[in-house]
């Protein structure tokens, strides 16, 4: 699996546990599911993504693109 694979992989998590527990715990919780939607627009216009500085410094193999390419 490589970064770009990993970074979906994540953020799709990040939104349905998100979207889970706003239902289930307490509303507040769909801030964190607007957080990860604002960082995936702020990455597709400044070409950043905090994730893969992350990935890459984790040890995450590049291969593919990423999703600041």
Do not use: H, P, R
Request: charged fraction near 15%; charge should be neutral.
């Amino acid at each position: 699996m490589n970064i770009n694979d990993t970074i979906k992989l994540i953020a799709g998590s990040f939104v349905l546990i998100s979207l889970t527990l706003g239902y289930f715990v307490n509303e507040y919780f769909y801030f964190f599911t607007a957080f990860v939607a604002v960082n995936l627009i702020q990455s597709s216009f400044t070409k950043w993504c905090l994730m893969e500085d992350i990935l890459k410094k984790a040890g995450m193999k590049e291969g593919g693109n990423s999703c600041s390419v």
